[in-house]
């Protein structure tokens, strides 16, 4: 399974990036996907989930800026972030879920907002 993720960079407060993750060696209509991130010096923490149904959810506290997405037919899984603010600084990591409960992951994106 490898998982590459991609659109991470830099931007300025409230600005926006759409991160992206390609999947392979994996049925991906039968997995969950999800989007986690690591900011500097804290542990890595789930910002968004979408089940194989296409049902998302995300952390609390992103108060409905991020919006996760997938395609199918692509093997990508989306992240869209609005109005970034500094606190969403961090590596950016795509995962996956099996129904086993297995977890891949990405190699990571990082995403540098500046205030």
């Known amino acids: 399974v490898q998982l590459q993720a991609s659109g991470g960079g830099l931007a300025q407060a409230g600005g926006s990036l759409r991160l992206s993750c390609v999947a392979s060696?994996?049925?991906?209509?039968?997995?969950?996907m999800g989007w986690y991130r690591q900011a500097p010096g804290k542990q890595r923490e789930l910002v968004a989930f979408i089940t194989r149904a296409g049902i998302g959810t995300y952390k609390a506290s992103l108060e409905g800026r991020f919006v996760i997405s997938r395609d199918n037919a692509k093997s990508m899984v989306y992240l869209q972030m609005n109005s970034l603010k500094p606190e969403d600084t961090g590596v950016y990591y795509c995962n996956s879920r099996t129904r086993d409960f297995l977890d891949y992951w990405g190699q990571g994106t990082l995403v540098t907002v500046s205030s």
């Open positions: 060696g994996i049925i991906f209509s039968s997995v969950d």
